[in-house]
């Protein structure tokens, strides 16, 4: 089984000001990670992924994460926010190679970016 | 290519009655998976459908079920809802890629009362 810890529930941050989104994960298996984003009355978009080969991801909106096999962490970042970052954000994670696509959230992070 | 719809949007149902939410998922994706959101417990998974058959289950009553058909369209029922029934029903389809990475629909939003 896979569980999902993201520290925050809430990080308000100023705009311009860079962000760092913090999620520790614990699986018996190999798995894939995932950051999903979510605005309001939508559904998720996905923001970036690590399946395997360079720790240093990066995604769409200028978005990026870094996998942490030694502290099971994959930490989002992202240098400057802009209001529009503004969303909840979701740290997920699905098994390797177990013939199910079945993710597996944290209880999500919700960004405020004050002008 | 068109994204992942879901009908309907919105819905409100009384206790006791049942609901039927249905996912057509992007053209060539014959993964659907469907998930609860709710304030309390975040998200959770249902259950995943591939070519028709359901092959993954979450922790959820058997008042919870689902199928998929041919054309890999999905729908999920709920009967004798509850109170706590009432959430946010998200889809997800995968075109099995590496990984697994999954498109989501914009949810079915259901109240019940």
């Known amino acids: 089984a896979q569980s999902v810890t993201q520290l925050d529930s809430q990080v308000p941050v100023f705009e311009e000001a860079p962000v760092e989104l913090r999620c520790n994960y614990s699986?018996?298996?190999?798995?894939?990670l995932f950051w999903y984003v979510q605005y309001p009355n939508q559904g998720l978009q996905l923001l970036l992924k690590y399946l395997s080969g360079s720790t240093l991801v990066k995604g769409i909106n200028g978005f990026e994460a870094e996998f942490n096999k030694s502290q099971t962490s994959f930490h989002l970042r992202k240098p400057s926010v802009h209001i529009s970052d503004t969303a909840e954000y979701f740290c997920a994670v699905s098994p390797y190679g177990a013939g199910s696509y079945q993710l597996t959230f944290g209880k999500g992070t919700k960004l405020s970016v004050i002008p | 290519k068109a994204g992942v719809t879901q009908t309907p949007r919105y819905l409100i149902k009384t206790r006791g009655q049942q609901v039927t939410l249905s996912c057509s998922p992007i053209s060539g994706h014959r993964s659907v998976s469907w998930y609860q959101q709710t304030p309390g417990q975040g998200l959770q998974f249902l259950f995943e459908?591939?070519?028709?058959?359901?092959?993954n289950k979450g922790n959820f009553p058997g008042r919870f079920s689902g199928r998929q058909f041919s054309n890999s369209r999905s729908e999920m029922n709920v009967s004798t809802l509850e109170l706590g029934d009432s959430a946010l029903y998200l889809c997800?389809?995968?075109?099995?890629?590496?990984?697994?990475?999954?498109?989501f629909g914009p949810g079915t939003r259901l109240t019940v009362t």
């Open positions: 997800a389809t995968s075109g099995g890629t590496s990984g697994g990475e999954q498109y």
């Open positions: 699986s018996s298996v190999s798995v894939y």
């Open positions: 459908y591939f070519s028709e058959t359901q092959r």
